[in-house]
């Protein structure tokens, strides 16, 4: 018996949630996935829990029951913590300035931040949808050395030409379109299909 070649990267994303505001992403983000057949690891950080059950209605075991898998924040020997272990990356929805800034350093001290690094140093798609604002030096540098290593940034801002109603459909226009960095096609985004009515 032979092993499936190495070509056929698993249908299988690594998603953190960690403390910043924003948790709806990464809620968003699992539905998204099991709507596509993708299967789920979930690790989420202490803080993104309490900011949870700030920012929403939702359980603990409302987020967790979303993913395929679930990984505890501490689990150095959890499969997502190593190379030889294929997915098609990471995404963190939404990614804390403090996360980021684990990640560019390569000082991790969590399983969330292992992942990720493990993402980069396996040269595969690593999205961090940061959430802070206004930006300051440090935090401009940080993105830098992240770009520089392979890393995606791709803040959650809002997409006005799809017409949004509703903060829902913010969040998942942004969701989607990170996602698209996967090649992940989810119905929920809006396409821009070009300025209608205009003269060539």
């Known amino acids: 018996m032979t092993d499936a070649p190495l070509s056929s990267t698993p249908r299988r994303l690594v998603v953190g949630i960690s403390g910043a505001s924003g948790v709806a992403y990464g809620v968003r983000v699992l539905d998204a996935l ?89 040269r595969r798609t690593l999205v961090l949808m940061v959430r802070e604002t206004p930006l300051h030096l440090g935090h401009l540098r940080t993105m830098t050395a992240l770009a520089e290593m392979g890393a995606i940034i791709a803040p959650p801002l809002p997409a006005m030409y799809a017409r949004p109603e509703s903060v829902e459909q913010i969040v998942d226009q942004s969701v989607g379109r990170a996602l698209d960095l996967f090649g992940l096609d989810w119905a929920a985004v809006r396409r821009w299909n070009g300025l209608q009515g205009t003269e060539a």
């Open 34 to 122: 099991k709507e596509l057949g993708v299967e789920s690891h979930l690790v989420i950080s202490r803080a993104a829990l309490l900011t949870l059950s700030q920012e929403t209605d939702l359980t603990p075991d409302d987020v967790t029951g979303r993913a395929d898998v679930v990984h505890r924040i501490n689990d150095v020997g959890a499969t997502i913590a190593s190379g030889s272990f294929r997915t098609m990356g990471m995404i963190i929805a939404p990614c804390s300035v403090r996360t980021m800034s684990e990640i560019a350093t390569g000082v991790t001290s969590t399983l969330l931040t292992r992942a990720a690094d493990v993402v980069l140093k396996e």
